[in-house]
């Protein structure tokens, strides 16, 4: 959500002495948004290939993914591992049966300032993106989720 | 009965799976909850609102670098190194205040201002680990010694340096540790130590999301960047009581794994902070012939957490300073000092008139120190004991009113103060006021 200002965006003040995140606005960070964010339900179908793609940078993070059909009691995390670089992290979803499904993530930052952007990309092209800044962000919050409709 | 708050917690939930499809016009949004229920909204929801150096005490967040050579209200100088990178961009690597150019040479500084890929990528900056544990200042300028310049056989005042090699002043340090949270050694602990509380939690977290989309109950809901909420779906919402029976457990659950989660990060955060970090640091001060006599020391500094906002910091100190008559040993100086340091009124609004800004308290410390001198010979003591007290007294944005009581066990060893009364020294430092203001 970098469309407009917030009230902590570089534009409105002066950075903060001392703080890490005073330094990540005086950075360019490679997981600012540079295209707009897309965040509709996300269609597709059988068999396409289906990729969840987290990149968090000045900061590492442990991350925790979920997907779980409608239906299904099942919550085990698809992806638990910590990560320490701002390269993308790709998740192959794998090739999903016709149905409902619900993608959810969170991640525990370890350091003050983050920068997080979430895709989804079915057969290479993204069809969902969302940013997330402790200093862009009004709600900068550390978790996000997706409905996923899988069609025959 | 659930408590608006968590009322507001699964509305907020739900608003931020749908943000876009089911924006409305703001004139639909509820309106009327306070900034402290947003607040507590986002405690809840958002683990980026409780991250760790949020929490950090103020002891530990980054000051200027210090040498103490010119500061008259302390007895004992801190490590200084923590995040001294960070003021050193902020502060564009140089300084200038008490008439002195400092120049904070620090490497990991100018790899970041080359390549800023080093301070976000968390790999490149933990890469540069070894770059953070030197630093250092160069300062132009400043203050020269009070000494017998023309031979009267009484001191003169000091003179203000007037071009940049009258007085030049180094120092390098080394500090092999800091608190920062990015560091490797410090996140893995963290991350250690809540892991299984996060994990608990994002299930937890996980299951509401897909118990709330079982019940479709998103349907009503909305969200623009006002953090609304649709009026009247939330009504719609509350008539429906089998709804919240039905969400009310895996809410609590939610609650509960929070809970766990802010205590585990709580306890590695103060561990953390109040982890003893140390450096040692080599310096010297070149005075032209006017302004005083050469120096040069080596110190050994640390300082550990002993609580919120409270903080011990030692120094162990050796200064050569070059004879003044050629031929003659140069005096040396052995000190040790112990500092106990604590916050009050943190958070308060400071002494600023008219200021909005919370400041991080006054800053109280208590604080002694010994020097052993050797081959001095106009010294009229062989040993020096000195016991103070100070505050740090906040006045608006990052400047502080310093204001120090010392007792010496010789009164003619408070020549730095402002003020004696008996064994009793009181001095007050204005440079940083006076160099703000209007001239």
Known sequence: MSDQPSKNSPQSSQPEAGTA???????????????KEMLDDVPARSGD????????CSSPAQLVVFLRQKGNEDSRPLVDQDIRTSDPVPVDLGRLDPGEYRLTWAFNPGAEAWEVLGELAVND???????KSTEESRIPTNFGFIAIEVLP | MIHTKTVFLILLVLSLAKPASLRADSAECLEGYSPLEEQLLLAITSRSASNPQDRLPASSQTTAPTSGQNDTTSLVTSTGQTNLFAVAFESGLIETGDGKLTLNLNPFAFKVARDSR?????SLFEASETLREFSGTLSFGGKGEKFDRDGDGKADDPLEAKSLDDIVQWEVRFQPKNRDMRESYNWERYLQSTRDQFEDWATALERLVTELEELGLEEILQEDRQFCVNKIGLR?????????????????????????LDASHDEITKKIVNDFIWSVALGGIERGDDFGRDERYAAFRGDRGIGAGKKLTFEAKWTEVESRTAGEPDPEVLKL?????????????GLAEGSREKTSGIELSWAGSWEQFNDVPDAKHDTIGKLGVKLELPLAGAMKLPISVTW???????????????????????????SVMPQ
């Open chain 1, 21 to 35: 995140a005073a330094l990540a606005r005086l950075s360019t960070s490679p997981c600012k948004l540079v295209e």
């Open chain 1, 49 to 56: 290939k289906i990729i969840f793609i987290f990149r968090i």
């Open chain 1, 125 to 131: 092209v993204v069809r969902f993106r969302r940013f």
């Open chain 2, 118 to 122: 080093a301070w976000t990528d968390q």
């Open chain 2, 236 to 260: 719609n919402l509350l008539a429906r009581n089998a709804v919240w029976q039905v969400i009310t457990e895996e809410v609590q659950t939610l609650a509960r794994e929070e809970k766990d």
């Open chain 2, 337 to 349: 000092g112990l500092e106990w340091s604590t916050l009050l009124l943190r958070g308060s609004d």
């Open chain 2, 408 to 434: 010496a066990n010789h009164v003619d060893l408070l020549t730095d103060e402002d003020e004696v009364v008996g064994h009793i020294g009181i001095s007050w430092d204005l440079s940083k006021v006076m």
